[in-house]
């Protein structure tokens, strides 16, 4: 669809029409609603119980990676934790991926000395023959220059991208070095080699190679692609600068399992008053394979249900509907969140607003929000709100998260709550995101962040959507 | 050897005769010495070169292992250091050490709940068998409640032991926690365990395990061990508060190599006025299998070879020789430093002074040294000249190193340069410990204090040793 105003109709006359409403300090959120907000953020900063289930998700199903068994059993854990906060409406809505599984991995520098090198697979890579191959390395500072290497000029040689990412708290390298992950494979294919190996798209200097989706075009030969680990990037380019040719024997038997089923988990608390607009706020249930997705996405998932469980406890129901949405197969390409778009195609005009945590652990520091002119002086009065917790506005319009993403295709408003990702990248898609990063007091912040602005949300006297999609 | 008395006849006489040399303000060094002491340390500031060595080492050569090739290619590779910095009596002394090799290593949670654990063995540990062990593990908080367990109690299981190390700038926590490393599988064993893990003796929360040596008793059975990542253990215990019995299973194929030949390698500055007086400035060669040992010990390697040049360059050689030691085989029982007591057990009396660089990549931060009470007002005084690098004295006596152990066992003094540790045992042992940790800057701090000390030793008037054995 391209735009709908049925929004327009609810709750915004009075501000349609001007008047008092319009006075400077006419109150654009109701102030017993306010009340509750703050009553919300002081819940959650006295302990929001996010950080036991994110302990709980990464002890009892650990890592989850989309369409495996492990991710069915978070489905079930899903559902029996909505059932225990007493929500209502859940459902386990399923659609299928493409599966993979990670296998063998070793990768080594066999020329002009020996190095044992760190490697993954990036997802969906294919595999390597079982004997592994072994090749001479080109190094390219980036995937630019791959793709500008001459034709057939990388034929029997594995390609090495090298692109650094640089560390920011709004997570903006990531942005910037990703690329190459997705679009390497075919690159360095279309140039003649026979495999990839790229720099890991991470910030840390740790021996945990960053794995990722990548991805294979049609008619162009599917090579297999792993991540080095920074330190080993690092000693891949010294002994480079020794000046001699090096070559790299790469083993990676990750396979295809072919379409798998998988599912998006969603309750709801059903709205006092707007029951039929809904409030979503997601997070994504699957993850990688290496860690046990604890800040990717396990904290998300915990700022979901913790959210719940502090609405679940307020003397009233929220005004319009809280839907809880736990995606599948967001790392995959979100898969999970495509399906829920078309799914719920017919409901999106319906939809208030969507927000999403995946960006680690918290604190959120920043708040923006992508909404209708009209209701961009509630946004403000928002903003106003969580500044005590230290929340600041955020540059630009924002995305509301990647599953949030197919939502305001459709016209959604969106949400961000942004968390402070200095160090996600340190631990993002490695084996070393597991619960230890976690700290329960910051998560309580980010707990008292989203499920104060959800509850604001849900009260707003004016529909946040929808939005013009060139606003994106 | 129990003490020895020659030492007392050089260059002390003044000392010993009391009067004018022991006036107040009347200087206990040559204030020559000094004034090159303080040359030294300006010199080593703008640059040492220390980085440099660490770097080739750990690039041409990589990981050390005790008695492997790539030891063997560490002495050609000091050899050829030793040459380049114009060196005189280069030696590649030789012992045997047992060999060991590291195999395939897996560990999982297996009931009630699946996890991927990350495990290394520990040095020297025996194999499983090929298809692993699988067994209920049974989990202790130290190794002295393993040794308290009721004979047989552990029959058919596999021993746990929690012991967290603790993050101290000295590295004491080092003392407090590893006795479970080495004693831990003949403790385990007598209690029936068929495998014994261990929580990493590290303090780091990261995924890397640290290995180490460990020791089996004659007459008790050999049983695998293997250290657990500090994430991992936390996972175990997670898993163990689920309150239902706990399977792991474990493969460890590492395997004994038989004896093999390893060795140290030595070069001097002669001295020119004392030649047959030796101060003996160490670090150890080899390394663990992990990392690339870049902070243990190559940065000791790069301070030793940054002090040869240094002193190579000043305008005259140092009274006393200088020996640059570069021991093998420390990791798995300071094997070299035994083999070199007792190939210079005959010079051991003439050693001035023993100290080595052997905890990680600097700066030094404290001073202090085991000589006899005649020496006591030399080490205050070079106390003095070490201060404006920002060391302050240590306490107690030092040890000067574990390679300078099996020296001072016979009576030779030592000194201690205090390197700050508050980071090295995150690194230590692990995959992990690979160049990127190694601050140049730092390390040039740890040149300039460790040059300065070891040129005002051989210059000082007044002999270190022997010392009592007892105040060790």
Same mark, same amino acid.
Request: proline residues 10%; charged residues 25%.
């Given at each position: 669809m391209k735009r709908f105003g049925f929004l327009l109709a609810t709750g915004v006359a009075l501000l349609a029409l001007?008047?008092?409403?319009?006075?400077?300090?006419?109150?654009?959120?109701?102030p017993a609603a306010v009340k509750t907000a703050t009553d919300i953020q002081g819940k959650a900063l006295a302990g929001s119980g996010a950080f036991g289930f994110v302990e709980s998700l990464t002890v009892r199903v650990g890592p989850r990676l989309a369409g495996s068994p492990a991710a069915k059993l978070s489905h079930q854990w899903a559902e029996a934790r909505f059932k225990e906060l007493g929500l209502t409406n859940i459902k386990v809505e399923p659609f299928t991926v493409d599966g993979w599984e990670r296998g063998l991995e070793m990768a080594s520098i066999t020329k002009p000395v020996a190095h044992h090198l760190h490697v993954n697979a990036l997802g969906h890579s294919v595999t390597t023959p079982p004997e592994g191959i072994e090749a001479p390395i080109v190094r390219f500072d980036t995937l630019e220059d791959l793709e500008a290497a001459?034709?057939?000029?990388?034929?029997?040689k594995i390609a090495f991208v090298d692109k650094k990412m640089s560390r920011l708290q709004d997570g903006g390298g990531y942005g910037e070095a990703v690329g190459v992950r997705g679009k390497g494979p075919e690159a360095a294919a279309r140039k003649g080699a026979v495999a990839l190996l790229i720099?890991?798209?991470?910030?840390?200097?740790?021996?945990f190679p960053h794995t990722g989706i990548t991805r294979y075009a049609e008619g162009v030969t599917a090579i297999p692609a792993g991540a080095l680990s920074n330190p080993d990037a690092d000693q891949l380019n010294r002994v480079l600068a020794l000046g001699q040719p090096v070559s790299i024997k790469l083993v990676l038997s990750s396979q295809a399992m072919g379409t798998l089923n998988d599912a998006n988990v969603l309750a709801e608390i059903k709205g006092?008053?707007?029951? #039929?607009e809904i409030v979503v706020i997601g997070a994504h249930l699957d993850s990688w394979d290496?860690?046990?997705g604890a800040l990717d996405d396990g904290a998300g998932v915990g700022i979901v249900l913790a959210t719940a469980k502090i609405l679940k406890s307020l003397p009233q129901a929220p005004r319009r509907t809280v839907r809880f949405v736990l995606f599948?197969? @967001? @790392?995959?390409?979100l898969v999970g969140a495509e399906a829920y778009a078309k799914q719920h195609a017919a409901e999106l005009p319906k939809h208030q607003v969507g927000t999403e945590a995946d960006f680690?652990?918290?604190?959120?520091?920043t708040f923006n929000a992508n909404v209708r002119p009209e209701a961009k002086p509630v946004i403000t009065a928002i903003g106003k709100i969580l500044a005590p917790l230290g929340i600041v506005p955020g540059r630009g319009?924002?995305?509301?998260g990647p599953d949030i993403g197919p939502m305001t295709a459709e016209g959604v408003a969106s949400a961000g709550l942004g968390?402070?990702?200095? #160090?996600?990248? #340190?631990?993002?898609?490695?084996?070393?995101?597991?619960?230890?990063?976690?700290d329960p007091k910051k998560l309580d912040q980010a707990v008292a962040a989203y499920a104060s602005f959800v509850w604001l949300a849900a009260e707003s006297p004016v529909a946040f959507g929808p939005v013009d999609k060139k606003d994106h």
């Open positions: 001007g008047g008092p409403a319009f006075a400077a300090d006419a109150p654009v959120l109701p001459p034709e057939g000029s990388l034929k029997g720099r890991s798209i991470g910030t840390d200097s740790h021996r006092r008053e707007l029951p #039929d290496l860690g046990t599948g197969a @967001e @790392e995959v390409g680690g652990a918290g604190p959120v520091i319009p924002s995305s509301g968390l402070d990702g200095t #160090d996600y990248f #340190d631990y993002h898609h490695t084996a070393d995101d597991t619960l230890d990063k976690v």
